[in-house]
């Protein structure tokens, strides 16, 4: 099936240029004058009335900050303002995430969990009376939601949960019954989006268990959540267990189809991913503020220390990475709105980049800090507390890689059984083979001019749509490459599979900030320049990034060593630690 992700066609070596190029710009005047109208509000709630660090403290939020943002509409921003949400689409949502993110996490995640993923269901699949019946006390904060899909047993591996709603005797409700872990506002809220294994008859009479989709409310009976748990870091946001003991559910609280519950669950998390890399922009932005603010005030060895290499070094490095955070938030932000459908890679990227790129930011913010950056009166190290959980939830980095590496392959492998299709019937597929073909042997021989995006991007930039071009030209033969050699054993292969997702996540940065820096020269914007120098080195570090990681999947040594560190890991696992002996010991 044909596609417009740029990321999914990346896998066959193609560029596909629709979502990239142009930078999306998708606010109409009147939407710009409403962001600006509610903007400063937020900002000076959060600057005026919030304080992250007594938050933290007393693990809960300031009932006045609660009641502030429920007056302002912070709980129902995309509900259609039909149901009595404010409204807005999603880059307008980014937006006000971003100032969120630079104020508070914990408060991000209270919110992020009741209208991200808490009752996006209802808004993504919710029917009309479903609609009517919840969104409106949803979207003012009057009740407030949550999202039911982890269990003690089962985590990454969501398919898997445990939890049961069965027909009752009578046909009239479901019968739900299980434990959830973990609870974003498990502990308070009213209303649950929860998953459960629904028995299914199948035409041959066997039963199958398929996961569905419920809306749940407290005041059913037999819903009960455990304490909030001590955490790291985004204290004041609940967290806790919900157990539903026999719980009742009347039919009309499916969500979608019976059976069709991990695709609205796959959907909800797909919908909200482009929140965490606008939200922790703004993180990024405030980190950055505090380091340059040090660094250009704090002398030492009679210099202010901004003036010496090695913080200039750093300084740069957190600006380009938040400039490519942005960057990638509205990108996806951006063409959600556009109504593109397929943005579920792109997405994921955003979310593993900008919880990454956020915990160096703000570890080296520390690090410039010096020594006052480890007191909690700086405000960082609750910061880099609450920043650790972002690289977990809501899919761990580790299993996002694997869904693009693999969502990819499977794509291109899809597009290599056309091939061999059409090479049993050469002469109904002639246009087709040509094509293949000439590509094949181009590769071989190294005379392939690739996709070019020259066209574009904005003529400074020249040399590094080159490189990108290279970098996606080289991509599609590495992938070839292994499906040849590996077929469908491709999906055990997670040393070649994490070095791929790690490809993807840099051409698609590349192409993403040489598509914004080119606007930013089209618009005459300012930062221009400064943008270009940042683009500049983001896409030599990030081509050569590249090379070595595509390289290093077919490299006979650098094979070796995987397996090597496979049987390093074993050896270590059967040993219940460190498998060397200590050196004092040996002897
Ligand atoms: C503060 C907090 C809030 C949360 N809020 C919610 C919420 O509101 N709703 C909700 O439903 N859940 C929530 N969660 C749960 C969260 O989504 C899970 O913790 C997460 O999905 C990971 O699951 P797990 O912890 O069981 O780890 P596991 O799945 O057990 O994974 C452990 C490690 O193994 C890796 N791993 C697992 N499988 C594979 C594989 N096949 N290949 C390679 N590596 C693998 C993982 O990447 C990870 O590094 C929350 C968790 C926390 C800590
Ligand atoms: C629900 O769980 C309880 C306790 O675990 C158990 O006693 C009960 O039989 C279960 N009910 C159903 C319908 O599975
Ligand atoms: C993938 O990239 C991340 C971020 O740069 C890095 O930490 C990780 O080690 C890389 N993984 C592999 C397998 O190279």
Redesign the pocket.
């Known amino acids: 099936m044909a596609t417009n992700s740029f990321v999914m066609n990346l896998f066959n070596g193609q560029a596909k240029l629709d979502q990239v190029f142009p930078f999306p710009d998708v606010l109409t005047e009147e939407q710009r004058e409403i962001l600006s109208m509610v903007k400063e509000p937020c900002e000076r709630l959060y600057l005026d009335l919030n304080d992250p660090l007594k938050n933290d403290a007393e693990e809960s939020i300031n009932e006045k900050v609660v009641e502030s943002l429920k007056n302002l509409g912070a709980f129902g921003i995309m509900v259609p303002v039909e149901y009595g949400g404010a409204g807005l689409n999603n880059t307008q949502y980014a937006r006000l995430g971003e100032i969120m993110g630079g104020n508070d996490l914990g408060i991000g995640?209270f919110l992020g969990?009741h209208q991200s993923?808490?009752y996006k269901g209802i808004l993504l699949y919710g029917n009309n009376e479903q609609k009517n019946k919840y969104l409106p006390d949803l979207a003012t904060g009057k009740r407030i939601a949550?999202?039911?899909?982890?269990e003690p047993s089962?985590?990454?591996?969501?398919s898997s949960i445990q939890t049961k709603a069965e027909l009752s005797p009578d046909g009239k409700h479901y019968i739900l019954n299980g434990s959830?872990?973990?609870?974003?506002?498990?502990g308070i809220a009213d209303v649950f989006t929860v998953f459960a294994q629904t028995p299914q008859k199948k035409a041959d009479g066997e039963i199958v268990n398929k996961v569905s989709a419920f809306i749940v409310e407290r005041q059913f009976g037999g819903v009960t959540s455990g304490p909030p748990?001590k955490?790291m870091g985004?204290k004041c946001?609940n967290?806790a267990e919900v157990n539903f003991d026999n719980v009742k559910v009347p039919l009309e609280n499916v969500m979608g189809e019976i059976g069709g519950g991990f695709k609205v669950a796959m959907n909800i998390l797909n919908s909200g991913r482009f929140g965490m890399a606008a939200a922790l922009s703004g993180t990024m932005k405030r980190c950055i503020a505090q380091a340059v603010e040090h660094a250009t005030n704090r002398v030492q060895f009679g210099s202010k220390i901004h003036t010496f290499g090695a913080i200039q070094e750093k300084i740069a490095r957190m600006s380009m990475a938040h400039y490519l955070c942005e960057s990638l938030a509205y990108m996806v932000a951006g063409n959600m709105d556009k109504g593109y459908k397929d943005f579920q890679l792109e997405a994921a990227i955003g979310k593993i980049f900008a919880s990454e790129a956020a915990w160096f930011v703000c570890d080296e913010t520390i690090q410039v800090l010096g020594g006052i950056g480890f007191m909690r009166e700086a405000g960082v190290e609750k910061v880099l507390r609450d920043l650790r959980?972002f690289r977990?939830?809501?899919?761990?980095?580790?299993?996002l890689r694997?869904f693009i590496a693999l969502t990819g392959l499977q794509y291109a492998g899809g597009h290599l059984k056309e091939l061999q299709r059409a090479m049993n019937n050469p002469a109904a597929n002639m246009g087709m083979i040509f094509a293949e073909g000439t590509k094949r042997v181009f590769r071989a021989v190294g005379l392939s001019s690739g996709p070019s995006f020259q066209e574009y991007v904005n003529p400074r930039f020249s040399k590094e749509a080159d490189a990108a071009s290279k970098a996606i030209q080289h991509f599609g033969a590495t992938v070839e490459h292994l499906l040849m050699k590996y077929n469908k054993n491709i999906i055990n292969e997670?040393f070649l599979l994490n070095r791929l997702a790690n490809a993807s996540i840099d051409i698609f940065s590349m192409v993403t900030v040489l598509s914004r820096a080119s606007r930013s020269f089209e618009k005459n914007f300012p930062s221009a320049e400064h943008e270009a120098n940042m683009v500049e080195v983001i896409c030599a570090e990030a081509s050569e990034r590249v090379l070595s990681n595509l390289s290093s999947v077919r490299n006979a040594d650098n094979l070796k060593n995987f397996k090597t560190m496979a049987k390093i890991s074993n050896a270590v696992c059967e040993s219940s630690g460190v498998a060397h002996i200590h050196p004092i010991d040996g002897m």
């Open positions: 995640i969990a993923i808490g949550a999202f039911c899909l982890t089962s985590g990454s591996d969501a959830k872990l973990w609870i974003s506002n498990g748990e955490k985004i946001s967290t959980i977990i939830f809501e899919g761990t980095n580790d299993i694997l997670q």
